[in-house]
């Protein structure tokens, strides 16, 4: 299928406008998180709308069309954020935030706080605090 082909169904498909209006994926962490996120990354400012918009479940034409760049651009940043991070799509990309967050959360002088009450307590059989 071409890539203008995929973009005139982008266009007429109203789940992905319905997308725009209703992000649910970026709330799942708070700022905080995402700034240590894209500090532990390296990630500039555009990678991490760019990761946040791909938690959102945008679609390369609507993150396009929200930031007012070609699909090309933002499929260029994908690519890089793919290569940046080790992962080969959108699903791992997601995943390796997500293995970030957590990893941060349990990291000694973390600014961010341990999402096991457990552990936060100091009784984690797991790992010592």
């Known amino acids: ?12 498909d109203s789940l992905a406008s319905h997308k725009l209006r209703c992000p649910l994926g970026v709330v799942m962490f708070p700022k905080q998180a995402w700034d240590e996120i894209a500090r532990s990354l ?31 651009t933002v499929h260029t940043y994908c690519e890089r954020l793919y290569r940046k991070l080790e992962v080969t799509d959108r699903v791992k990309l997601v995943l390796r935030i997500t293995d970030e967050f957590l990893a941060l959360t ?20 797991l790992r010592p605090s």
């Open 42 to 72: 390296k990630l500039s400012g555009r990678e991490l709308q760019i990761v946040k918009d791909v938690f959102d479940d945008r679609t390369e034409f609507a993150i396009a069309a929200h930031y007012g760049v070609s699909p090309h």
């Open 106 to 125: 349990v990291a000694s002088r973390s600014v961010l706080s341990p999402i096991c009450a457990t552990r936060a307590a100091g009784r984690c059989p």
């Open 1 to 12: 299928m071409s890539a203008v082909r995929v973009y005139s169904l982008a266009k007429t």
